[in-house]
């Protein structure tokens, strides 16, 4: 069996993996890390949860071993697709290269330029980065690629799902060609093979496992549940959920909640919370401090619930997470591989659990057609009944008071009559004698206008002057254009029209 101390590894390197509790390396591992070591591009395809951070990150601590970093010019790049993935990536690091004077910097949204800016004058061996925050680094003149030696893509197709495509064929034209190049990924689209024929040489490709394939350390069911209401079906759905929570009983620790929309999401959270679960949102309308504090809450164990987008289901590196609930069946097959790999990692038993409406079977035949099984199916909770309210059709939306042209208002004006324009109302009698006389207006008292009313009086009397004079002007300039004769189409015909054309004996 190979061991971490056979893979030609830095000492340092080999004491802080050590340090760390680790021995052997996983397949991904063991078969990259060596052709890496070597320096060839490397093209790695792995399930979720195997270990490929550290398939890039321990070969690159060990190959900058050597070198000094210059100011504004990285030695090594690193590109993630989203902000989780990428502060991951910098804690593997930190972890690894902790006996080593590497430095790093981190480019995230969410954190101040000028932050960025310090470390990166400074100098820094490893830049881990999301492709926008580094282009807009680059394009503000406080980055140079030219110094790259070493450019890993994590997650290469979820860059291509996430519209990353140009920034990624712009950052590659930035860098050196004699780089080296590092694919990573779970899945391997089959558009991504222009790019990898693009911008990687002869690579070593290595796949442990097969495409799209699940751990076998993970326990799947799929709960499918019939709404008897399709207007209430996503409060059943929530009913059930937390019937398959408490059914899962002490089990259940912790666990990962997947939406597909961001706002189903958001009323989620807040419904679990209501009926007394420990549970957070996390997507990427949120700010980067509260994503952060919320994953750091996950981790640490102070927060039961995560409930999130699939802005979380790739790259979150939490070993000990219990289970994973898909409240909706994911429309892009590929998530659902990342999704249960939540779960099950570092040769952990996890659950996975999906909850599915006849609605979602397209969904799920992609599915299964992607991982090539059926998903097993499992039993609603024998004490599980719907609620009266989840039965009866939602509340209307009342209009707020007070606004007229809400819904009610123009109904009301609707059945309101209507009197036709030419008719007149009647006119009450009035007795002459009951009339009280007006008051006769009391006169304004006189005074002498004050030196700067008289001064403004003047500039008025010039300013009407002179547009008295402008508008004189304008009718004499109105006049002669009356009187003055029409040329052109009219009476006049120019010289050049009434010249006859030579015939050819003329000529």
């Given at each position: 069996?190979?061991?971490?101390?056979?893979?030609?590894?830095?000492?340092?390197?080999?004491?802080?993996?050590?340090?760390?509790?680790?021995?052997?390396?996983?397949p991904?591992?063991?078969g990259a890390?060596?052709?890496?070591?070597?320096?060839?591009?490397?093209?790695?395809?792995?399930?979720?949860?195997?270990?490929?951070?550290?398939?890039?990150?321990?070969?690159?601590?060990?190959?900058?071993?050597?070198?000094?970093?210059?100011?504004?010019?990285?030695?090594?790049?690193?590109?993630?697709?989203?902000?989780?993935?990428?502060?991951?990536?910098?804690?593997?690091?930190?972890?690894?290269?902790?006996h080593t004077?590497?430095?790093?910097?981190?480019?995230?949204?969410?954190v101040s330029?000028?932050?960025?800016?310090?470390?990166?004058?400074?100098?820094?061996?490893?830049?881990?980065?999301?492709?926008?925050?580094?282009?807009?680094?680059?394009?503000?003149?406080?980055?140079?690629?030219?110094?790259?030696?070493?450019?890993?893509?994590?997650?290469?197709?979820?860059m291509?799902?996430?519209?990353?495509?140009?920034?990624i064929?712009?950052?590659?034209?930035?860098?050196?060609f004699?780089?080296?190049?590092?694919?990573?990924?779970?899945?391997m689209a089959?558009?991504?093979?222009?790019?990898?024929?693009?911008?990687?040489?002869?690579?070593?490709?290595?796949?442990?496992?097969?495409?799209?394939?699940?751990?076998?350390?993970?326990?799947q069911?799929?709960?499918?549940?019939?709404?008897?209401?399709?207007?209430?079906?996503?409060?059943?759905?929530?009913e059930?959920?937390?019937?398959?929570?408490?059914?899962?009983?002490?089990?259940?620790?912790?666990?990962i909640?997947?939406?597909?929309?961001?706002?189903?999401v958001?009323?989620?959270?807040k419904?679990?919370?209501?009926?007394?679960?420990?549970?957070?949102?996390?997507?990427?309308?949120?700010?980067?401090?509260?994503?952060?504090?919320?994953?750091?809450?996950?981790?640490?164990?102070?927060?039961?619930?995560?409930?999130?987008?699939?802005?979380?289901?790739?790259?979150?590196?939490?070993?000990?997470?219990?289970?994973?609930?898909?409240?909706?069946?994911?429309?892009?097959?590929?998530?659902?591989?990342?999704?249960?790999?939540?779960?099950?990692?570092?040769?952990?038993?996890g659950?996975a659990?999906?909850?599915?409406?006849?609605?979602?079977?397209?969904?799920?035949?992609?599915?299964?057609?992607?991982?090539?099984?059926?998903?097993?199916r499992?039993?609603?909770?024998?004490?599980?009944?719907?609620?009266?309210?989840?039965?009866?059709?939602?509340?209307?939306?009342?209009?707020?008071?007070g606004?007229?042209?809400g819904?009610?208002?123009?109904?009301?004006?609707?059945?309101?009559?209507?009197k036709?324009?030419?008719?007149?109302?009647?006119?009450?009698?009035?007795?002459?004698?009951q009339?009280?006389?007006?008051?006769?207006?009391?006169?304004?008292?006189?005074?002498?206008?004050?030196?700067?009313?008289?001064?403004?009086?003047?500039?008025?009397?010039?300013?009407?002057?002179?547009?008295?004079?402008?508008?004189?002007?304008?009718?004499?300039?109105?006049?002669?254009?009356?009187?003055?004769?029409?040329?052109?189409?009219?009476?006049?015909?120019?010289?050049?029209?009434?010249?006859?054309?030579?015939?050819?004996?003329?000529?």
């Open positions: 069996m190979t061991k971490f101390t056979d893979l030609k590894l830095d000492a340092r390197v080999l004491q802080a993996i050590a340090e760390a509790g680790y021995e052997t390396p996983t991904i591992q063991a890390i060596p052709h890496a070591l070597e320096g060839r591009d490397v093209l790695g395809i792995a399930q979720t949860g195997t270990g490929k951070t550290a398939s890039f990150t321990l070969p690159m601590i060990t190959l900058l071993g050597r070198g000094r970093a210059r100011a504004r010019m990285p030695r090594s790049l690193v590109l993630a697709p989203t902000r989780e993935l990428a502060a991951q990536v910098a804690e593997n690091f930190d972890i690894y290269a902790k004077k590497l430095t790093k910097a981190l480019l995230i949204g969410g330029f000028a932050d960025q800016d310090k470390l990166i004058d400074r100098g820094v061996d490893v830049l881990i980065a999301t492709p926008g925050r580094l282009l807009d680094h680059f394009e503000r003149g406080k980055l140079l690629l030219t110094g790259v030696q070493i450019m890993v893509v994590d997650e290469a197709d979820r291509l799902d996430m519209g990353f495509i140009p920034d064929e712009r950052i590659f034209q930035l860098t050196p004699t780089r080296q190049t590092l694919f990573f990924s779970a899945t089959p558009e991504i093979e222009r790019i990898t024929n693009t911008f990687l040489h002869a690579p070593a490709r290595i796949e442990v496992a097969r495409q799209a394939t699940t751990s076998e350390t993970i326990e069911r799929l709960i499918e549940l019939t709404p008897t209401r399709k207007d209430q079906s996503s409060k059943q759905k929530r059930l959920l937390r019937a398959l929570i408490n059914a899962e009983g002490d089990s259940c620790t912790n666990a909640l997947f939406c597909n929309r961001k706002s189903e958001d009323i989620l959270a419904s679990l919370k209501t009926h007394g679960f420990d549970a957070a949102p996390i997507h990427g309308d949120l700010d980067q401090s509260q994503r952060t504090k919320t994953l750091d809450g996950f981790r640490d164990g102070s927060l039961r619930f995560l409930v999130a987008s699939d802005v979380a289901a790739r790259g979150l590196d939490i070993p000990q997470v219990s289970h994973v609930f898909n409240f909706d069946v994911p429309s892009h097959a590929e998530d659902y591989v990342h999704r249960i790999g939540r779960t099950g990692r570092a040769g952990r038993k659950v659990i999906t909850i599915a409406t006849p609605a979602d079977k397209k969904f799920l035949d992609a599915i299964e057609s992607l991982v090539k099984r059926e998903i097993p499992g039993a609603i909770p024998e004490d599980f009944a719907l609620s009266d309210a989840a039965q009866k059709p939602p509340r209307p939306r009342t209009e707020k008071p606004r007229e042209g819904r009610r208002g123009r109904e009301d004006r609707r059945e309101r009559p209507v036709p324009h030419n008719e007149v109302a009647p006119m009450q009698a009035l007795d002459v004698e009339i009280e006389p007006c008051p006769e207006p009391e006169q304004p008292k006189t005074r002498e206008p004050r030196r700067e009313d008289r001064r403004e009086d003047r500039r008025e009397e010039r300013r009407s002057e002179r547009r008295n004079e402008g508008r004189k002007g304008d009718d004499r300039r109105d006049r002669r254009r009356d009187d003055a004769p029409v040329i052109g189409m009219g009476d006049h015909v120019p010289d050049f029209l009434l010249r006859g054309l030579k015939s050819s004996e003329e000529v």
